[in-house]
Each structure stands twice: as structure tokens, then as C-alpha cells.
């Protein structure tokens, strides 16, 4: 079985992820995944000069982590907005969850991944989304949006219908996140967005 390595920058947290099957690889322009970015300080190291995360989203059960686990911690831009995990050692921005473990995907961002095997693992097609908060006078195209919705569908569809959603290495068996998020208040929010 093909495996995608999944690691902080400093290697303290380190897993596997299956990567056979079904993923969709993107590049998200919009003000909160910048605001995850400067929230832990790792602007230059996660976004690109129009301030696009590269993400690639898959179904939670196919994350395994084999070392840092309790290196985990989240935080959530809003009372109502996803959770956002990070290793707390070294501040690499791991993936963003839904707030239930019933939506079983996690978009995992490229600063954990290899960027070498990710052709290879997640196809070289990437979608664009976002674009109008997009930094710059001329805006990326928009791209991809309807294959990233099939896509995303089809993961947490099948996952909720065969249970898999059960087996997420970051919910616990009562369908809590394994830590409690840190929920930002509007003025930190604020404070985050105007830098970006």
C-alpha cells in the first residue's frame, strides 16, 4: 500500500497517510486560511505571494500518526469556524476538520506534506479557489470548483454511510476533538486579518 509521509518541520509529529484513494489538491486563497497562517507565525512558510494555502483534502481515517500525538493542539477562528490543527512544537499548520467528526475530512496542508511525492500521490491537477481575496491587483483564475465539490461529497458520503468516520485519529470515540480548540475572539480575529 502507497503511503504519504505527514510531518512538522522540526519532526517531533510524524504519520502516514494512505494515499490511495480518492483526495482533491488545492490552492485556497481565502482570509481565514491566511488568518490560520499568521496566527501561528508561518506566513512565509505556508502561503504563497498571493497568499494561497495549498491544501490537500482526504478522509480523516487515512491519517495515522505514529509520534507527537500529543504534540496536537487547534484552534478555531470563530466559535463556528473549522478546527485547525497544528503541531505545538514547531508551529506547522497540519489540516483543518469540520467541527463534527460526521464530515470525515481533513484538508491537510502542504507544509506537512512531501512536495516531492505529491504529483505522484494526489495527481498534478490543481484547483483554485477563492481568488477574489486573493493578494495582488491581478487575481489567479478560478479553477477546479466542481471536481473539488464531487469530490468532497463523495468522501464524506462514503464515510458516514460505511462508518468509517468513527476511525478519525482526531476525534475521540465520543466524536470530540482529542483537544479542546483555542476559539479566537473577534478582536484577535480582527488584529489577524488586518496584517494579511
Known amino acids: ?3 504519504h509521509p505527514v510531518q512538522c518541520k522540526c519532526g517531533a509529529v510524524k504519520g502516514k497517510l494512505e494515499s ?8 485556497c486563497y481565502c482570509t481565514d486560511c491566511r488568518a490560520f497562517a499568521h496566527f501561528l507565525g508561518k506566513a512565509t512558510f505556508v502561503l504563497d505571494e498571493q497568499g494561497g494555502t495549498e491544501i490537500v483534502q482526504v478522509a480523516q481515517q487515512r491519517v495515522n500518526f ?3 500525538e500529543d504534540l496536537l493542539s487547534a484552534v478555531r477562528l470563530s466559535e463556528n469556524g473549522m478546527i485547525r ?3 505545538t512544537c514547531c508551529g506547522t499548520p497540519i489540516g483543518n476538520t469540520m467541527a463534527s467528526r460526521k464530515a470525515a475530512f481533513i484538508g491537510l496542508i502542504h507544509s506537512c506534506l512531501d512536495r516531492q511525492q505529491m504529483d505522484k500521490d494526489f495527481g498534478a491537477d490543481v484547483a483554485v479557489l477563492n481568488t477574489d481575496t486573493a493578494l495582488g491587483q ?3 483564475k478560478q479553477r477546479g470548483l466542481l471536481g473539488i465539490l464531487v469530490r468532497f461529497i463523495w ?3 462514503t464515510n458516514r454511510v460505511t462508518g468509517q468516520y468513527r476511525k478519525s485519529p482526531l476525534f475521540n470515540s465520543s466524536g470530540l476533538p482529542r483537544v479542546t480548540p483555542k476559539i479566537l475572539r473577534a478582536d484577535e480575529l480582527d488584529k489577524l486579518k488586518s496584517a494579511i
Open 155 to 157: 468522501i464524506v458520503v
Open 66 to 68: 505514529c509520534q507527537g
Open 1 to 3: 500500500m502507497s503511503m
Open 20 to 27: 490511495i484513494g480518492t483526495s482533491n489538491r488545492l490552492i
Open 138 to 140: 491581478t487575481k489567479p
Open 85 to 87: 490543527w497544528y503541531a
